[in-house]
């Protein structure tokens, strides 16, 4: 059975689409998840947004024992939660981070993510595209053969 991959949203993505169009533009969640499925294919996915921590954490707990891989926005918790890191750190599998804006351009506050170090690659603004560029890279990425192990 093919393992699903889990896209997860953090705190006030539900929102987007709605305000500050000039630093997350104009698409909304509900885009973004079509975008995702249609870049996906036949490559099921569970695509989630909450604004609770606690859930974040629950749900990398249940992608841990079922998911191929793990597309992340932990938006404002990025900054913050050592819990999210700890957990993100359990994942076995590929994981990307991804932030819609370029966060590396912005305020001091939320240039440097601590989720990062967990992350197996991390994409940052290329706006609701960096979801599709993300499914592709991860898909690649989860059905690369593990390498050869060299025997002498
Ligand atoms: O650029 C991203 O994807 C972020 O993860 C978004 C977070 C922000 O804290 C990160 O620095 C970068 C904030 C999401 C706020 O969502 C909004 C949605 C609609 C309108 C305003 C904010």
């Not at 630093?23 to 294919?41: F, S, V």
């Not at 290329?126 to 192990?149: F, H, M």
Request: a negative charge; aromatic letters at 6%.
């Amino acid at each position: 059975m093919t393992k699903p991959l889990y896209v997860l949203n953090g705190p006030n993505l539900n929102r987007l689409g709605m305000r500050e169009p000039d630093i997350y533009g104009h698409t909304t969640l509900a885009e973004i998840e079509a975008l995702c499925r249609h870049a996906a294919g036949t490559q099921p996915i569970e695509f989630r947004q909450t604004n609770s921590e606690t859930q974040l954490i629950d749900w990398i707990h249940e992608a841990t024992d079922r998911a191929c891989g793990i597309i992340i926005n932990p938006a404002a918790y990025s900054f913050t939660s050592i819990a999210i890191l700890d957990a993100l750190k359990m994942f076995p599998e590929p994981i990307i981070e991804l932030h819609i804006s370029n966060i590396h351009r912005r305020e001091e506050i939320y240039q440097r993510s601590l989720m990062s170090r967990a992350a197996t690659a991390v994409i940052v603004g290329l706006g609701a595209r960096g979801y599709v560029v993300a499914v592709q890279a991860i898909i690649e990425l989860t059905q690369r053969e593990p390498a050869a192990v060299q025997t002498p």
